[in-house]
């Protein structure tokens, strides 16, 4: 094996590269991957965690976002739901005295209806959601993290509140004491991830600067798929959410707190401990990099523009073969 | 009962008036009852074997033209849909592959969403249609005919199709041989349907200018519902959806012909014959009115302007009114 891995490693980002996400924050990067990647050489695993019926609708939330923001489709002001969106539907829905908390755009709700129509039809959500990809020419795999349902609850000060109440309707409002992914017990992982950290050809396992709790977790309560991760040959790195120990977007910091947790990276690399082999943080945290025990790539990870995005994910594939060097040696 | 009848006849148009009707026709004689009759005395009952489920949504499109012609909604191009509609919902649909030859607007799909959700909820599609009438602000009752499903089929020479695949999908291309209402026989009629043709403060019953075979059949259909008409205390007129052996909209001539049916004010006569009392029907087929064995009513039945509909309107009532004193007088 370490013979293998001397021998692959200058070629490491020709490899497949393997990216977990979320929503917003790891669509941006995932759109940097994408664009710096070969076409086919990256697979997207999306949090479906979040994913619910709504108006008897199947939405999924983080697919969506990564989809529109890999086909050039993303609202750019929001980072989810379309750009140049119409809300007739919504406006014509509170007449009719319709539920409105989540807002569905006119041309995004054309995923839902043909997604739903779909999965009723006996397709799974993998099937679909390739479907999809291909229409919008996207050059990158996109996958759920698994086709069997996964819903994260959120314990609050509020009672418990299914994802969207707490993460729209709620704002993020109610302070968090616990989540949990109901269902993740027995959802089994995409096999298609699954296939991809076990191939030989795989060079790196990114975690996106997604919400650990929110969108990483749910991927990770999968059966069987810590394991897989543990026993893949390539590295896996992280890219922190935090940012001198603030979420760029969301409620990471703020549900680390509740949670009882310091907002630092070194709170971060102990959430992935045992899962990562290296940790890329911002700029503004190089001084608590030092006292990190896992290697530490700094840049900056603060993604505004498309460079931004390029840029970082080009300094994560590098780290990762860095470490690739270094973990392939160690064997 | 010729006692009562005759009593009431003077103050007949103060009762009830029931009126039964498919879509764009017979919408804008509805619309013409609507502004006429005072609010609450109008019960209008659409013919649902159009209904049909399409990408896993229930559309109602005789419902929704009639619910939104007397809203103020409708398109006045077409007739059905909504006005200053947008189309971002189909330009989506159709960039990921979906179904795109029924033609679902932004805002219209809120009304399709919102019904579906609801009959998933358990809830009745005269609940919902009420519920929907009532945010909209009709003062008219709007009810489908049964709660039950009913399909319209359409036997043709290019085999037997669902009612929207004729209509909208094919443009009413293939002749027709049979037309059959899959379900009626076990639909029952809506009750309060029933209870306003049993109650003693019905006035008037108005068969729309709507197709007799597509639109009014299917409700005729429904079990008890031709006795219903014919034991009522009021008349029952039928305005003839013909002008000089042309339907103004839509292919009830082309079928009366593909049926051997001359397309005469004789024929619409004998397809009601022993439901109606008397037939209104056009100016331009004054001659023929004169061999008819019913009474007649001659006027303009073309309704191009809101006057026209409130004109026709008001000549139907009366026209009730003088067969309610001959019917209540030969009792």
Sequence with gaps: MSERRRKSSPEARRGKVVALCGGVGGAKLALGLDRVLPAGDLLLVCNTGDDFEHLGLHVSPDLDT????????????????????????????????????????????????????????????????????????????????????????????????????YFVRLRCGPAVRRIRFDGAESAPPNPALLSALAA?????????????????????????????????????????????????????????????????????????????????????DAAEARNLPIPVAVTRTLMQSLDDRVALARRVLEFGIRLDARKGGAR
């Design 66 to 165: 990564v989809m529109y923001t890999l086909a050039g489709l993303a609202n750019p002001e929001t980072g989810w739901g379309r750009r140049d969106e119409s809300w007739a539907f919504m406006r014509a829905l509170e007449a009719l005295g319709g539920e409105s908390w989540f807002r569905l755009g006119d041309g995004d709700l054309a995923t839902h209806v043909e997604r739903t129509r779909r999965l009723g039809a006996g397709e799974s959500l993998t099937a679909i959601t390739a479907h999809f990809a291909r229409r919008l020419g996207l050059a990158s795999a996109l996958l759920p993290m698994s086709d069997a349902p996964v819903r994260t609850m959120v314990e609050t000060s509020e009672g418990t509140l299914p994802f969207q109440h």
């Design 200 to 284: 030989a050809d795989l060079a790196l396992v990114v975690i996106c600067p997604s919400n650990p709790y929110l969108s990483i977790d749910p991927i990770l309560a999968l059966p069987g798929l810590r394991a897989a991760l543990a026993d893949c040959a390539a590295p896996v790195v992280a890219v922190s959410p935090l940012i001198a120990g603030k979420a760029v977007k969301g409620p990471a910091a703020k549900i680390m707190a509740e949670l009882g947790i310091p907002q630092t990276q070194a709170a971060i690399a102990r959430h992935y401990d045992g899962l990562i082999d290296g940790l890329v943080l911002d700029e503004a």
